[in-house]
């Protein structure tokens, strides 16, 4: 089952700065007459606001065959369900897969350690039922 991750504030607004501050910086560029220092600064602007919107469109959580996939840019993550020990709703500003505050925290266990991991789904509620499907043992805080 496939959930697509919210967006949150802070990546439209990280995007809008972006995008506005390139141009602004072209702008001067341009009317400054220097066209290396101008290709240069199309080029970078350009990549980051690229990676900036992948990130933003690949942004979903795979639930099936017992583990969850989170796809976020160019990164995949995988947790096997049966490691997660809890999930937890939360508001965290933890840099982590996920491009909201609005969160789930997932505590799971990977070669005798506690690792979290946080997941941003737009259905938080159908992400724990359809987790729960698979592993109903795991609790919920």
Do not use: H, Q
């Amino acid at each position: 089952m496939k959930f697509r991750g919210k967006n949150g504030f802070v990546m439209w607004f990280t995007l809008v700065l972006v995008v506005t501050l390139g141009a602004g910086m072209l702008i001067l560029l341009g009317s400054a007459g220097d066209s290396v220092a101008f290709g240069v600064m199309l080029v970078v602007f350009a990549l980051i606001t690229i990676i900036i919107a992948w990130i933003m469109i690949r942004n979903c959580i795979y639930v099936e065959n017992g583990e969850i996939k989170v796809c976020l840019g160019m990164t995949t993550s995988v947790v096997a369900i049966s490691s997660i020990v809890s999930m937890k709703k939360v508001v965290n500003a933890v840099a982590s897969s996920g491009t909201s505050l609005d969160r789930i925290e997932i505590a799971f266990m990977k070669d005798n350690k506690r690792n979290l991991i946080y997941v941003s789904p737009k259905d938080k509620d159908g992400f724990i039922k359809a987790v729960l499907d698979f592993k109903p043992e795991i609790k919920i805080y």
